[in-house]
């Protein structure tokens, strides 16, 4: 399974945009890639999945290039709400089965007014 | 989105005794579920993958007869912690994936164990 590394932590302001960089060098040809957002004591939250290129959603765009080697999730405007952890995955995998997600250390986001 | 859910919220039993945790697919099939626990400030860690109707496999290092899991059907399975001890107080989290489909696991909103 591909090794994600993420920064720990980050901080931001109100109304800014937040780019997190994830790399995954030994991804798979066939994985996707996978954001998940994380508040305390709750399960994880599906954000946003892509496999190349640029994907986009009502929250968050998802840019990987070429290579798929590393992923950058980005919050446009965020609020205090978006303060959370942000977990970069590498999978599930596109030929489907059942594969297990395994979680990094993820991302500490901390918006401040 | 599909929605997952466990049962209890939260729990705090005696050291000894044993603890169940429910996780439920409420709108789909689930052909495989997963068990994470957490601890505080710590990132989520795969304890095993369960498949409906056979064993569930464990990762490296979970006692599988301590952590008795269950699927009996394809939206439930359950987590059993037996003879708790105040180190498996943790976060426990349930994850499904929908039946036919490959591309999202769907995470329940989670268990507090406290051992006392």
Redesign the interface.
């Known amino acids: 399974l591909a090794k994600t590394t993420q920064p720990i932590s980050m901080d931001s302001y109100e109304g800014q945009e937040v780019n997190i960089t994830c790399s995954h060098n030994n991804i798979a040809t066939n994985d996707?890639i996978?954001w998940?957002q994380q508040f305390p004591?709750?399960?994880?939250?599906?954000i946003i999945?892509g496999y190349k290129t640029k994907v986009t959603n009502e929250v968050a765009s998802l840019f990987i290039p070429a290579d798929r080697k590393s992923s950058t999730l980005s919050l446009p405007r965020v609020s205090l709400s978006d303060t959370a952890v942000y977990?970069c995955l590498v999978g599930?995998?596109?030929?489907?089965?059942?594969n297990?997600?395994?979680?990094?250390?993820?991302t500490r986001l901390a918006v401040h007014p | 989105?599909a929605v997952?859910s466990?049962h209890p919220s939260r729990v705090i039993c005696k050291s000894g005794t044993s603890v169940k945790i429910e996780c439920r697919s409420l709108d789909f099939q689930a052909?495989?579920m997963?068990w994470?626990r957490q601890f505080p400030k710590k990132?989520?860690?795969?304890m095993a993958?369960s498949?409906e109707g056979s064993k569930a496999t464990y990762e490296q290092g979970v006692e599988k007869d301590k952590f008795l899991i269950n699927h009996a059907s394809l939206t439930l399975s359950t987590l059993t912690v037996t003879s708790a001890h105040p180190e498996d107080s943790s976060?426990y989290?349930c994850?499904a994936?929908e039946q036919g489909a490959?591309?999202?696991?769907?995470?329940?909103?989670?268990t507090?164990l406290t051992v006392t």
Do not use: D
Not at chain 1, 41 to 46: E, V
Not at chain 1, 100 to 106: D, E, H, M, R, V
């Open positions: 996707y996978t998940y004591s709750q399960g994880p939250r599906f999945q977990y599930p995998n596109l030929s489907g089965g059942y297990k997600l395994i979680f990094g250390a993820g | 989105g997952v466990q052909t495989t997963f994470y990132s989520l860690m795969l993958t498949n976060f989290i994850s994936r490959s591309n999202e696991q769907y995470f329940g909103p989670g507090r």
